[in-house]
């Protein structure tokens, strides 16, 4: 753990003198806050989660120990300059400025920049275990900065319109919120004809990368895109996109989708799932425990939990099972591993994604026997649990997230049965039929031949 021995680095080779001579430039950079900017460059906007892409760079590299670290603990104390690329941000607050996150950057990185103590950098790091949100940070996210007499007072991580989260200190410790606007949903109906590759032709007809591979990854298990798609074959796919005061989000849902070639192929989202026409689950099923046996549940899941000694909200977004070291981890479901990292509270995770609407994590790893980018299948072992991170005994913290918000694994609806059934299959019956309802409403231009049709007919 390369990190732990530079931070201890960094504060044994911090000499008095130069503490001294900090705080004394800190009062000078101070009155230099408030000189107007010339650094406006830089669009506090975020970009579309379209554009994003992953760094890959674990957030907690060491940043290595410079003169710069040394000279100020603030950025924030000069004129923002092009090397820091921080904005004033007065909407949010007069001593708030804006970050936009750079490909390649850490959070290590971005404190070492703006010249942020890493004790700050812990403390955040620290509330920031159950969430994991700043070990996710992507180029174009952005950071909002507010500072509050030379100490780093609330920091918002923006990851889009509608999504954002915040550290507000209180005490010696940050406490977290999260903030999500519901926006308004619109619905699209897209319809186009094969010209060459199923997610070329999509782009084409108005669908966004994204949706299109939400798309081939739904029906993957039943069409072959490369063989089965040919030229000349028609799709419809009805989608509902997010807006935030009037502008797009990136966010959408794909609701209906139905690709007319020698086969019909269909799908249809109902609660969260997508199934064919017969009601059937098109995605494979999930077991509820990442385990196979019996182990003791330690600690429920608790998004509100309050810690016992400071009283702050740390979420609990997993349950915890006491598990001996090295007992094996199978993942809950299919799909594919996004993150094997190493963090300073979390330890040793993995993190997998399950199709469009799911993805599981596993804390506190001793090791991992799957590699970033591997796909897995449900049951599959995938780890042996451990004790690292920050850990109060040997144990296994498992999370489910659902559309992005972790919900309770023991208790959440999750896809187990096959086929639906009962009272499920009526309700979906008449989802369906909603949604075929809109996708056979004919194009106005198919309308108006149609009606030039009965034109004709009418006059022979
Ligand atoms: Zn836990």
Redesign the pocket.
């Known amino acids: 753990m390369r990190w732990i021995s530079a931070s201890t680095t960094f504060v044994s080779a911090l000499p008095k003198l130069h503490q001294q001579a900090l705080a004394a430039l800190a009062a000078l950079l101070l009155v230099a806050a408030f000189l107007p900017s010339n650094e406006n460059s830089v669009s506090s906007t975020p970009l579309s989660l379209d554009h994003l892409i992953d760094t890959e760079a674990p957030i907690f590299d060491a940043p290595e120990l410079s003169l710069r670290q040394l000279r100020a603990p603030w950025a924030f104390d000069k004129v923002p300059d092009s090397e820091t690329l921080l904005v004033p941000a007065p909407s949010i607050g007069p001593n708030s400025y804006s970050y936009i996150v750079r490909s390649g950057d850490t959070l290590g990185k971005i404190f070492e920049r703006l010249h942020l103590p890493q004790k700050t950098m812990y403390q955040l790091l620290e509330t920031d275990v159950?969430v994991l949100a700043l070990d996710n940070l992507m180029p174009g996210h952005t950071l909002v900065f507010e500072k509050q007499n030379q100490a780093l007072q609330r920091l918002e991580l923006q990851f889009s319109l509608d999504h954002k989260v915040v550290y507000q200190r209180k005490g010696d410790g940050f406490e977290f919120s999260e903030v999500r606007i519901e926006g308004d949903w619109k619905e699209n109906l897209i319809r186009g004809d094969i010209l060459y590759s199923f997610t070329g032709s999509a782009k084409k007809a108005g669908l966004s990368q994204a949706e299109a591979s939400a798309i081939t990854q739904v029906l993957k298990q039943r069409v072959d895109f490369r063989r089965d798609i040919q030229r000349g074959d028609k799709f419809e796919v009805l989608v509902s996109r997010q807006f935030v005061d009037g502008e797009a989000t990136g966010n959408s849902k794909v609701q209906a989708i139905r690709i007319r070639n020698r086969h019909n192929i269909s799908a249809f989202l109902f609660e969260d799932n997508y199934y064919d026409e017969k009601g059937r689950n098109l995605e494979k099923a999930f077991q509820r425990y990442p385990f196979n046996g019996k182990y003791r549940l330690s600690?429920h899941f608790n998004p509100r939990r309050r810690h016992p000694v400071t009283g702050l909200i740390r979420p609990?977004n997993?349950?915890?099972f006491a598990m001996r070291i090295g007992s094996p981890v199978v993942t809950t479901g299919d799909g594919v591993v996004t993150r094997v990292v190493r963090h300073k509270y979390a330890g040793l995770y993995i993190e997998i994604k399950h199709g469009q609407s799911y993805k599981t994590r596993y804390?506190h790893l001793k090791k991992s026997y799957v590699i970033k980018g591997q796909r897995v299948k449900r049951g599959q072992k995938i780890a042996l649990s451990g004790n690292s991170g920050r850990s109060t005994g040997p144990?296994l913290?498992f999370e489910l997230h659902k559309n992005g918000r972790p919900v309770n694994a023991m208790k959440a609806k999750i896809p187990i049965a096959v086929s639906l059934t009962g009272k499920k299959k009526s309700a979906f019956q008449r989802q369906l039929k909603s949604y075929l309802a809109k996708i056979d409403k004919p194009s106005n231009s198919q309308l108006a031949l149609n009606q030039s049709d009965k034109a004709k007919q009418s006059t022979l």
Request: no cysteine; net charge negative; charged share 10%.
């Open positions: 159950n600690s609990h997993g349950t915890d804390l144990h913290h």
